[in-house]
């Protein structure tokens, strides 16, 4: 953001009169085109957009000048069968923001979601004692009042708590409780507006104290007139209530009479729903609610003969109907029988068929996946080359599979003919019809794909690729953070407000029984707790031996999953369990070089930010150089998302002033705003702001006692991380801190036991045997690394520990353009260490020239390393800790005692 007041957001006007205040959530059908738009912005944005929302000044639009920046909290999209039906948009508020372009004229309601310029109310001071005290003395009133009129325990225990809290409120919650009272209570809608508008707490706490004082006395007369025409009114109201009971009671008799099957004949529903003679829009919502039941029983009908599902979704059908209309009950069913019915199941003839072996037996097939994935992603040529090789076995199995079914179909086909013959009885024969299905169960199981790497290297979008190539719909789920189990097979039906899990519900938005799911971030799952165990149940979810039997709590019959293309992506293979991982085939992504990034930023990213803008080709290029400067100085990761953001901020910026050039033009005729369709490296601060990663590197010294080390993050992204070391006066202990883990603290410790052994031999004691850390003055060690509040692990750092407290102990000191990484033994061997590529990536993009590196590990760099980082990077390789020391600190820049030490532990 350029201005921490002023920004550019996307705008939803609400249709009149809705108003949503900070700190309330709302919820509102949306148009398609609206939705759809918003279902872009979900899934482009990691974390929940925000989206400000407009009220109108009335009915024939016109925005209010004041809105709500609000986070998208949910979308839900239409049915696929009923896409006319809107979108449900769900938003919380969290601050009140006022619009800058306030063009009377603006379309509003129909415009759907458009960008405008916004500014924040600059950070609020506490408000006046005044106002605090006449605000709580009004919300306790009303609080008092709403509590004492209401009939249900639960709502006065709420109001109750309420009241505790505003008693308890600080000055400066104040008004941030005058927001949640204001959106939660009914008032006008005119003073709800100019409420929105109150950004001065103290104004806000006096208005939400008139509109208290209004709502206590209005709630005060209704009372008042409630209770006079309490008697007459309950005598109606008995009346109304005993007619519906007859109507309904009525209609079900109806029916009973004219369902002579056991789901009646299709099509009766809704002649008899229409046929009584209630009031017109009652008549509508029959006929919508008819239309439904009619469509859920022609999916029941579609079922596969004598399969589970269709036994459980005709006996739920059937209490359906034993039970009464608009009881809870009825709701509970007729929730379920939706989603039994709104499976795509195999064998039932709703289920959309499967293109997937037409598309497999396309003999351009290989040739046009791999089109497919060379039009999508740039470089990667390992994996796409191993992905090939994987859709080749998906393929082969697919067509050996329909070759088996075939045979299979045809060996029970003779079977049927004979057998009647043989036996009189027709019975017999038909026994056979059920094992025709079987051979549809049966499927492809190729290994799961295990994408793992840092975040924006293309995971979920290799994932969507294999999908377009396969011709099969695409769904992602994520599991970052899924603690519970139900999240992933569902609540049982007897909890309250239960529904299915996510797998059902990506089969259903798939709408067929083969699509590509993506495990988004399988490396997030929670571990076994109360809730359940959601890592066992994914287990469940991806064994090929299990999963054709998939058991859902929520629809509690067994789902077939067996055709579904599983894929996991996850940031490191660190936290995935054991008995996960074995059903999974790794493929890694290490990250991208500047060279790689420059190409998909010029080829991908770019293009894609245009065309998402709205702006052609030709209206605006990127200069070379002022995208490598976005790479290098705003962005620093392994993957390419923030890349991806910092470009689409430049192209939107640049669409604003195109528009404005466009503006101008109409107007007077003449362009008075100029447009440049070229971004140069010197307008970047003006547009993303000041750069992130300037500097960093002079931030970097060398000093006595500290040395950069490399690491991979939790989220897979390499970096170096600084091992820092002080002397303190003390008795010769070691201090470690930096939340460390067991492994780290040990090589620590080795670390320090090969220095105190060798310190006589680098001329750091004057006698053998000698504790450095005891003589001449006693004193303890400091080991710090950086970045405190984060979990650090592994023997990985064993070489820069040593040489920080070589460095600390003799004086000497490794330049800050080195980086290394090894583990050390107590012999003084460097051992091997992993993730190599993503470390020696991290340490070119730190600017590091050179690294040290375990012997062991020259084949990774060989093979991994992409050319033009070896080329300008310098590796050198140890085997021993005194090999490592000398290409730390340079040649003979260590005192050794005697020269034959190294030439020892190099044999
Ligand atoms: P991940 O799932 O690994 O976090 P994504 O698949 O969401 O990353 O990728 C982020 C963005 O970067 C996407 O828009 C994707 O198309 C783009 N991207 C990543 N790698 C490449 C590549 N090699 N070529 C082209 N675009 C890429």
Redesign the pocket.
């Known amino acids: 953001m350029v201005n921490m007041s002023k920004a550019t957001l996307p705008t939803l006007a609400l249709p009149y009169p809705l108003i949503l205040l900070p700190s309330g959530r709302i919820t509102i059908p949306v148009k398609r085109s609206i939705g759809e738009t918003l279902s872009t912005l979900v899934q482009e944005s990691e974390t929940q957009p925000i989206i400000v929302a407009v009220p109108l000044t009335s009915p024939e639009s016109s925005l209010y000048q004041w809105g709500t920046a609000a986070h998208i909290v949910r979308l839900i999209k239409p049915p696929a069968r009923n896409p006319k039906q809107p979108y449900l948009l769900s938003l919380n508020g969290f601050t009140r923001v006022r619009i800058l372009d306030t063009n009377p004229d603006l379309p509003t309601v129909d415009s759907g979601i458009v960008d405008r310029r916004i500014e924040y109310p600059p950070t609020e001071s506490p408000p006046s004692a005044e106002s605090v005290v006449k605000f709580k003395a009004a919300a306790l009133k009303l609080l008092d009042q709403l509590a004492k009129d209401t009939t249900q325990q639960a709502k006065r225990d709420t109001y109750n708590k309420v009241a505790a809290m505003i008693e308890e409120i600080s000055y400066v919650r104040a008004a941030w409780m005058a927001d949640v009272m204001v959106s939660s209570t009914n008032g006008e809608y005119s003073d709800k507006l100019e409420f929105l508008s109150a950004a001065d707490p103290d104004d806000r706490l006096r208005r939400a104290t008139t509109l208290f004082v209004k709502q206590s006395s209005i709630s005060e007369v209704s009372k008042r007139i409630a209770q006079s025409v309490d008697e007459s009114l309950s005598k109606q109201q008995k009346e109304f209530f005993l007619r519906q009971q007859q109507a309904a009671i009525e209609r079900e008799l109806k029916n009973l009479r004219r369902t002579s099957s056991p789901l009646g004949p299709p099509g009766n529903m809704p002649k008899d729903e229409s046929s009584g003679n209630s009031s017109e829009s009652e008549l509508d919502n029959e006929e919508a609610e008819a239309e439904d039941m009619a469509d859920i029983k022609s999916k029941i009908e579609a079922m596969a003969k004598d399969s589970e599902e269709r036994k459980m979704a005709v006996r739920e059908w059937r209490r359906l109907k034993r039970i009464p209309q608009g009881s809870v009950e009825h709701g509970v069913i007729r929730n379920y029988l939706e989603w039994l019915t709104a499976i795509p199941w195999t064998g039932s003839s709703t289920t959309t068929p499967s293109t997937a072996v037409e598309t497999l037996r396309d003999r351009a097939f290989l040739r046009n996946a791999k089109q497919q994935l060379d039009s999508?992603?740039?470089?990667?040529e390992k994996v796409k080359k191993r992905l090939t090789e994987y859709l080749s076995v998906v393929r082969l199995k697919a067509l050996q599979m329909e070759q088996e079914a075939k045979e299979e179909q045809r060996s029970q086909q003779l079977q049927l003919t004979i057998i009647p013959k043989k036996s009189a009885k027709a019975g017999e024969a038909h026994t056979l019809v059920p094992s025709l299905r079987q051979p549809s169960r049966k499927t492809v199981k190729g290994p799961i794909l295990l994408?793992v790497?840092p975040?924006?290297?293309?995971?979920?979008?290799?994932g969507q690729s294999i999908a377009k190539a396969l011709g099969r719909p695409f769904q992602r789920i994520s599991l970052g953070g899924v603690r519970d189990e139900a999240e992933i097979r569902g609540h049982r039906r007897t909890y309250v407000a239960s529904g299915p899990g996510m797998i059902v519900q990506a089969l259903r938005k798939a709408g067929r029984p083969d699509p590509v799911i993506l495990l988004d971030e399988i490396d997030k799952v929670g571990q076994s707790n109360h809730h359940g165990d959601p890592a066992a149940a994914l287990l469940e979810v991806l064994d090929p031996e299990q999963n054709h039997t998939f058991n859902d709590h929520y629809i509690n019959v067994p789902i077939d999953l067996s055709q579904v293309l599983f894929i996991c992506?996850s940031n490191t293979l660190e936290t995935i369990s054991g008995p996960l991982l074995d059903r999974c085939e790794i493929i890694q992504?290490s990250g991208?070089t500047y060279n790689e990034k420059m190409h998909?930023a010029k080829n991908?990213?770019l293009p894609?930010q245009l065309h998402a803008n709205g702006l052609a080709t030709e209206q605006l290029t990127v200069a070379e150089p002022a995208l490598l400067h976005i790479a290098t100085h705003y962005t620093r990761e392994a993957?390419?998302?923030s890349l991806?953001r910092a470009i689409g901020a430049v192209v939107r910026f640049k669409a604003v002033e195109w528009a404005e050039h466009l503006d101008a033009d109409n107007e007077s005729g003449v362009s008075i705003k100029e447009y440049k369709d070229v971004v140069d490296e010197d307008e970047l601060e003006g547009i993303l702001g000041i750069a992130r990663w300037d500097g960093e590197e002079s931030d970097r010294e060398e000093r006595r006692g500290v040395v950069y080390g490399l690491v991979v993050t939790g989220m897979g992204e390499g970096g170096i991380l600084p091992v820092e070391t002080i002397a303190v006066p003390g008795t010769g202990k070691l201090m470690l801190t930096g939340s460390l883990g067991e492994v780290i603290k040990e090589s620590g410790e080795l670390a320090l036991s090969w220095v105190k052994t060798h310190a006589y031999d680098l001329c750091i004691t004057a006698a053998r045997y000698q504790d450095p850390l005891k003589t001449p003055n006693g004193m303890d060690i400091h080991l710090h690394l950086p970045s405190g509040a984060v979990k650090k692990d592994g023997p990985s750092a064993g070489i820069a520990m040593t040489c920080a407290f070589v460095s600390l102990l003799t004086g000497a000191c490794v330049p800050c353009d080195i980086a290394m990484t090894g583990e050390i033994t107590l012999r003084g061997r460097v051992g091997p260490v992993g993730g190599i590529k993503e470390k020696v990536l991290g340490a070119h993009r730190a600017n590091i020239t050179k690294v040290i590196l375990p012997w062991a590990n020259r084949k990774d760099v060989e093979h991994d390393v992409p050319v033009e980082v070896q080329a300008v990077m310098q590796f050198s390789f140890v085997r021993t800790v005194e090999e490592a020391l000398e290409s730390a600190f340079g040649k003979g820049a260590l005192g050794w005692r005697s020269k034959d030490m190294l030439m020892e532990s190099r044999l």
Do not use: C
């Open positions: 999508d992603h740039f470089g990667l994408f790497g975040p924006g290297t293309g995971k979920t979008s290799l992506t992504l991208y998909i991908f990213l894609k993957g390419v998302r991806d």
